[in-house]
T-cell receptor, first 115, second 109 residues
Framework: EPEVTQTPSHQVTQMGQEVILRCVPISNHLYFYWYRQILGQKVEFLVSFYNNEISEKSEIFDDQFSVERPDGSNFTLKIRSTKLEDSAMYFC?????????????FGNGTRLTVT | DAKTTQPNSMESNEEEPVHLPCNHSTISGTDYIHWYRQLPSQGPEYVIHGLTSNVNNRMASLAIAEDRKSSTLILHRATLRDAAVYYCILGGGANNLFFGTGTRLTVIP
């Protein structure tokens, strides 16, 4: 069964550094998402992406964050200047149809540690 | 986002059925009821979803009350691999899932 893959599985970075988290969504999916989960807390929506543009973003997704689909297969999340509070698991997800008509498929996440 | 209420935790014995309840008294007519689960150290995983009628798939069954103000996820025979946090989420026309705190299911061997 096709899977959403995320790399790296664990990223350690220093505060103030830029980091790029990478995702390869399922190939025939059209809607892409980033979520994050701070240790011990809820899974939080960050941003959704469709047709090469952001569909919706949460308050967490401020100017330090950006997303890109640089080619036909990758979907990236960039954090420009990381802060300690950005330490979390970051999950990428994709789905074929909008409005939750098809299930979201999640990757196993990238654990980001900011020191 | 419409609110759901789930117990914080539940326990089940292995190989017995599990009924995970969810209350959603403010559900609107177009809200689908979605269930996802998150196994330890993994991303969320789709389980099942429905609108009005009960639904079955290879993973679970979803029983929806006639007034739609509550639903129950049924795992027919719990295995150790079913130990996870189960999330009941309403998605009425939204494109995104908004996760609550879910129910942590412990399966006892």
């Amino acid at each position: 069964e096709p899977e959403v893959t995320q790399t790296p599985s664990h990223q350690v970075t220093q505060m103030g550094q830029e980091v790029i988290l990478r995702c390869v969504p399922i190939s025939n999916h059209l809607y892409f998402y980033w979520y994050r989960q701070i240790l011990g807390q809820k899974v939080e929506f960050l941003v959704s992406f469709y047709n090469n543009e952001i569909s919706e973003k949460s308050e967490i997704f401020d100017d330090q964050f950006s997303v890109e689909r640089p080619d036909g297969s990758n979907f990236t999340l960039k954090i420009r200047s990381t802060k300690l509070e950005d330490s979390a698991m970051y999950f990428c997800a994709s789905t074929r149809l909008g409005r939750l008509q098809s299930p979201l498929h999640f990757g196993n996440g990238t654990r980001l540690t900011v020191t | 986002d419409a609110k759901t209420t789930q117990p914080n935790s539940m326990e089940s014995n292995e190989e017995e059925p599990v009924h995970l309840p969810c209350n959603h008294s403010t559900i609107s007519g177009t809200d689908y009821i979605h269930w996802y689960r998150q196994l330890p150290s993994q991303g969320p995983e789709y389980v099942i979803h429905g609108l009005t009628s009960n639904v079955n798939n290879r993973m679970a069954s979803l029983a929806i009350a006639e007034d739609r103000k509550s639903s129950t996820l049924i795992l027919h025979r719990a295995t150790l691999r079913d130990a996870a946090v189960y999330y009941c989420i309403l998605g009425g026309g939204a494109n995104n899932l908004f996760f609550g705190t879910g129910t942590r299911l412990t399966v006892i061997p």
